[in-house]
């Protein structure tokens, strides 16, 4: 059997760093391969050579047994290779149509076009109305559109970058059932995902890189997620343990919470009603867009809420702003690391200040204690083993798992009384994200209230002992992480109350 | 061919050359103007930039006015530095500056002619607080109803201009002007009198305040955490209500320093080198001010500088025109020509030049 698609010794720096190193592996027809590598390994700038968005320094590409170099994504679609990103392109004011009309070299007039998205959309299970508007539509709908869009292209390789972060359980099944039926009928499918239990279901190869170099290739089927974890970062993981103490009084109670949102296009909340005890971990399960963001803003300060709605050691704090909230022991870290948890373009000293100058007492009379805030940051950095060369470095440079340990360890050096993440380990790397895990365990261990917000349902499996589901910002009631099933959750977060299970 | 690569961290080299890069592509620039003007670009870029400096003929002349104007040129900058780095646009400090001096320059002549060592030292205080407040008509807009301060304070200029005009025709026209729009002489009443504190430096006590504004500034913006607040605001606005900094008393406090410095600035101007209020009053300084704001790149030394420097091309502009007959205007599109190049060569800071190989493909 020749292989579709063969790389071999592909190469690409860039200054400072050489994102790939001789690269070199092989894809055959009808295989779904799936590329494992940590934040940073080199997987993005892989596929982006495959799909003609980056040129390799050396190193040469195979399709078909002939040469390929695509020196732009169109040239790549040509030759038939798709990409679905993990941040869609759509508009959300366009209809599906429309919008698949427009990522098309050249698209067929509206009816034609109509015809053929409902006929590859029901060969494939990928259930799409065509003259919905985007903007109405779940992510994994959208994700439907993006996928549709590549179908229609006859692809005979389909990229995909993180395709399940966005989805429910119930969703990523049928994705799966989809990327199966293509497999069945020739088209190769190129899977990059952190989620390892997923490519032991789907893959059937994996291909492992680590600092831009491959460093190993395994048959996910036989191998465990701990296993491959451990190839991919090259040293045994730690697995967090839970500690199943007694839960002391309530720290944070929301009564009867809405906000409505700025935002046009969020969720507003409403009746958000919860205990959070000393010592607990709370998690909030849900899908992204169902009113994360806006709960994680009314309890940080940055919207404020009516008053008693949120009490803090019983004192109310709705009107209370996110500095005097600090004061008083609640912290908190968005989900977003760059642009709302840290300022790109300041150094990491600098982001420490950002939330740490009123706890960690960084000012004197107004004026920045300089020579405190570098130690701060500096022991953020060891005692979070956070890699970079330096305090001065910005945050933009460090890579998205590193940040993200910077973030929460500037939190958590700080100690709270109650600590509220959102989407703690999202597109961090295993040994990031064990690392993570394990100092919020750690937190509450040592008496602190944790809220995880998070879509990653196995990691809220793995460390809570209340999970509650967030659904089009209405709250569940929490239950203990006990004996619930990752099936029930799903129910759940689809908006159907499971009472009696 | 060449492109752009996004830098890892930006340039510290290219923050401290990117303005001295944008003064010789001006001179470049306005030396090919010149030419085509018919006139010896060489001789023209001297006249500009260095004779007002070491001309011996001319020097004693253009030395003080070098002060003169460079200090509200920097002085105003330095005010709207801090809403520039806050991604605050007032581009209304020429209204500011009218405002401060017209404000200022009523109550000393309210006094007159009494004489009192008080007297200056309240004007100055009316100058600022004129400039505040009309710098707090596009803060509130922008606050309440999120108007867009640039089109408010811009606007506001002219009506600065034309209540200017109205005062020096109507309740503060000078009864011994012969009926002409200008108030009294400022210089004929010794407590309101901004004069040279020593004879023929141009040293007056705008200059003093001045150096002042330019040490607080620098210490606020480098060691005080409103600077860092101001920062983040601009930089990161979602980061800095984050980090508990309220965006409307960002904005409030930052159009409130830069309309309170342009005011205090027009009340040294109008009590010192203009003399007098008038509807020639109004120079443009406070439209200049911008272009030195970003030709310092927003940091008071800098600032600081590129005041002297923009003062330079006035007064180096001037011999130009009585020297060689350049048109008037010739100096505006040698200002304007700083600031787009500045502009222009900015991209480097955070980006550097690749020039391509051939590709083999």
Redesign the interface.
Known sequence: MTALLSLSGLTKAY??VIANDDVSFEIGPGEIHALLGENGAGKSTLVKMIYGLV?PDSGTMMLHGEPY?PPEPRAARASGVAMVFQHFSLFDALTVAENIALGMENAPDTADLTQRIIEVSSKYGLTIDPYRMVGDLSAGERQRVEIVRCLLQNPKMLIMDEPTSVLTPQEVEVLFKTLRLLSDEGTSILYISHKLDEIKALCEHATILRRGKVVGTCIPKDETAKSMAEMMVGSKLRTPKKHNTKHGAALLELHNLWLKSSDPFGTSLKEITFNLHEGEVLGVGGVAGNGQDELMLAI???ELTVSHSIQLKGEDIGQL???PR?ERGLL?A?E?RL????????SLS?NA???G??RQNL?NN???R?EATKQFARDIIEQFDVRTPGTE??A??LSGGNLQKFVIGREILQEPDVFVVNQPTWGVDAAAAADIRHALLKLAKNGAAVLVISQDLDELMEISDNIAILSEGTLSKPRPAEGITIEQIGLMMGGTEVENV | MFKLERRPTPSNAMVILTPVLAVVLTMIAGGILFAILGKNPFEAIRIIFWDPLFNEVVASYTRPQLLIKAAPLITIALGLSFGYRANIWNIGAEGQFIMGAVAGGAVGLAFYPTESVLIFPLMVLAGAVGGFLWAMIPAFLKIKFNANEILVSLMLVYVAINFLGAMVTGPLRSPVGMNFPVSRNFNEYASAYNGELIANTGLHMGVFVTLAVVIVSYILLKQHIFGFQVRTAGQSPRAAKFSGVNPNVTIAICLGISGGLAGMAGLFEVTGPAGKLSTNFPLGYGFTAIIVAFLGRLNPIGILFAGLLMALTYIGGELAQFQLSVPAASVQVFQGMLLFFMLAVEILVNFRIRFKKKEVA
Request: charged letters at 20%; proline letters at 11%; glycine letters at 14%.
């Open positions: 200054p400072g040129r170099a940080s300060g940055e702003g996110p500095n600090r908190t968005p977003e642009g709302h948890a840290a300022a790109p373009d300041m600098e200040f950002l939330t100058a009123m000012t107004g004026m920045i300089t470095n910005t933009r440079s």
